[in-house]
């Protein structure tokens, strides 16, 4: 990259920026704008209003007109009064409504929420809804217009029964688990005459407003995902930055998922939700209090003779990787379920190194009940503890190259014209090898490192251990940590600064620094000058990630800040204990033994010479042909 590319790209910057600017709309503009706005929402409001009021009405009309007709199948269950069942443990609470039979708010217990509450409301009533249909030869039976009778009442249990004409009944049993799972069965009885002989599904239709449960919503929304397991294998989910997805998916689902970043509601299939499910996916506005809107319409097995009965079991809980994992063996469905997969660990690379590697530590560190903090600090210790052989030998590798440079700039400094590049990297090449010393080998051992990095971009933001964990001045280790808020977003930066960015993007460029030193320290050349140029564009990259990192979770800003502090020191330390004198005697030393007994040459060396030959012959024909032509 050349000097004018840098200065174009600067300029393109300073384009699109003053651009920016000067497109921005005045404090009158923004007022007139924001009267319009209000007057939109007002308008839409009352549209939506007038819309609700149509479809109550209609729904009204509809259900006056089945409560007439006495003849219904279940004409006694269409009119009563809700009630209230509370089913719960140590770790849940479910209220049940006898209208529709089905659950209508999950507490998870000592899960603080967004506004401190000692434990975390993941829907209510007015969130989430789910109802089970039945298509009958001459009616519909819809399961949220019956009114259920309780029976077999106790914290764990109820029996939930909607009664119908000459003994039929739908009869739903709930049975809550030790943990976060609840059994459900639906069974019908005397009800095969209702239906046609091949009948043998029902359809379910699942609705949720996932809630905003931590401080940072543009954050927090980008785990939140509505995510499905296929019957054959593997998960899949919809896309968390889409607009309104409605997506049909057409293999066989075990389970359905609505999801935010560190909890989910769960509706899994004792005999799959069936092929063709339509699954809907619509973000919310921030400042809302919600993520996304999600649907789910699918079917599942129903047996109208009631001899098997319909089976789903719902988990309401946290997404953690271990619990998921024991979640998943106390379902009585015994299937390859992999709930343990709504927590995102990466891709393939990455979440191989997550999954069999940071886990297990991290497992082990906050088995010993330490503070999170010191937990991110001890992962990053161990970490380049591990790679330091790798570090070592890059450094070593560049340590040598800058013992050399003497002797490199003095061996290729007649080719200096820019015809004679080829040249000048074979000269430079061939004086490597004589040395034994290998310039790509400080290239490896650095990329090694990078996996590492992006998986921890993986994992730390999904690891709900660190939920509300405090280190130092941070409250939360799980979100960002404002030294400064306001109300209104500004550009590229939203509503707040975080320390912990402004930590890591300043340890970036320190050591940014510290490595273009090194660098330069062994650049021949117009290679050095090249470098002086491509350092400004290594200084623009912590610019870049403070408007990428400024929403991110403090924790995984925190580990990149501590990860740079360890590098910068162990890059100091090692500058500091190499003898450039004594590393230079043993390259002299390893040069005579090569010049007694010379080695063919091979890799890149050999494949520079093998260029710049073909090139001499390619120049030597040219010149050839040019005086035939004269």
């Not at 600067?10 to 706005?37: C, N």
């Not at 162990?570 to 500058?575: A, D, G, P, Q």
Request: glycine residues 4%; aromatic residues 12%.
């Amino acid at each position: 990259m050349d000097k004018n590319t840098i200065i174009g790209f600067v300029l393109i910057a300073a384009l699109l920026i003053g651009f920016s600017w000067y497109t921005q709309p005045s404090e009158e503009d923004i007022a007139k704008q924001r009267m319009q706005d209000s007057i939109t929402a007002l308008a839409k409001k009352k549209a939506e209003e007038s819309r609700n009021a149509e479809a109550q009405a209609s729904n009204q009309n509809a259900q006056n007109n089945v409560n007439a007709d006495t003849t219904a199948v279940f004409y006694k269950s269409l009119s009563g009064k809700a009630q209230n069942i509370i089913l719960k443990n140590s770790k849940l609470e479910l209220t049940l409504s006898t209208k529709g039979g089905t659950v209508e708010k999950a507490v998870i217990k000592d899960f603080k929420d967004n506004k401190g509450n000692k434990d975390l409301t993941l829907f209510d009533s007015k969130d989430q809804s789910l109802k089970f249909m039945l298509e009958g030869k001459e009616t519909n039976i819809i399961t949220s217009d019956l009114y259920f009778t309780p029976s077999n009442i106790t914290d764990s249990t109820v029996t939930m029964t909607a009664v119908g004409s000459n003994g039929r009944s739908l009869v739903m049993n709930y049975k809550l688990g030790k943990n976060y799972l609840l059994h459900f069965s639906l069974k019908a009885n005397g009800m095969s005459g209702l239906f046609s002989p091949n009948y043998n599904k029902l359809d379910i239709e699942w609705t949720d407003h996932c809630r905003q449960q931590e401080k940072g919503f543009t954050f927090e929304n980008r785990y939140a995902s509505l995510t499905y397991h296929f019957t054959d294998g593997g998960t899949d989910y919809i896309s968390e930055t889409s607009e309104k997805v409605d997506e049909k998916i057409e293999d066989a689902i075990d389970w359905v998922a609505f999801k935010n970043q560190f909890f989910s509601a769960v509706m899994i299939a004792k005999d799959d939700l069936g092929t063709n499910s339509l699954m809907t996916s619509i973000p919310q506005e921030k400042g809302s209090g919600y993520l996304k809107q999600y649907g789910a319409k699918a079917k599942t097995s129903f047996d109208p003779t009631g001899n098997n009965s319909t089976e789903l079991e719902f988990y309401y809980g946290p997404n953690d990787f271990r619990l998921l994992q024991k979640i998943e063996k106390e379902s009585t469905f015994n299937k390859d379920l992999e709930l343990h997969r709504l927590v995102y660990l990466g891709w393939p690379l990455f979440r191989i190194i997550n999954r069999w590697f940071t886990l297990y530590v991290f497992d082990w560190l906050t088995g010993l009940n330490i503070n999170m903090g010191i937990v991110l600090i001890l992962i990053t210790l161990l970490l380049k503890v591990i790679t330091y052989p790798l570090v070592k030998k890059s450094y070593m590798s560049s340590a040598k190259m800058r013992v050399l440079k003497p002797k490199l700039e003095e061996a290729t400094k007649q080719y200096n014209k820019p015809e004679d590049q080829m040249q000048k990297q074979q000269a430079m090449m061939a004086l490597y090898a004589k040395y034994g010393v290998s310039p790509l080998s400080g290239c490896l051992p650095m990329l090694i490192q990078m996996p590492i990095w992006i998986a921890m971009f993986n994992f730390v933001p999904n690891a709900i251990q660190l939920r509300g964990e405090s280190f130092l001045w941070i409250s939360d280790l799980s979100t960002y940590d404002p030294i400064i808020e306001w109300h209104n977003n500004i550009w590229l930066i939203g509503d707040h600064l975080s320390l912990t960015c402004i930590l890591f993007c300043v340890a970036n460029v320190l050591y940014s620094i510290m490595t273009i030193r090194q660098q330069k320290d062994q650049m021949v050349g117009a290679q050095a000058e090249q470098m002086k140029m491509m350092q400004w564009m290594t200084y623009l990259m912590p610019v870049m990630f403070f408007f990428m990192f400024n929403d991110y979770s403090s924790g995984l800003n925190f580990y990149y800040f501590v990860s740079l502090f360890f590098s910068a020191a162990i890059m100091w330390t090692l500058r500091k204990t190499t003898n450039d004198e004594k590393l230079l005697s043993i390259l002299e030393a390893r040069y005579q033994e090569n010049k007694n007994n010379p080695k063919k040459m091979s890799g890149l060396a050999a494949r520079l010479e093998a260029m710049q030959k073909q090139a001499e012959e390619l120049k030597r024909q040219r010149e050839a042909q040019d005086k035939m032509r004269k």
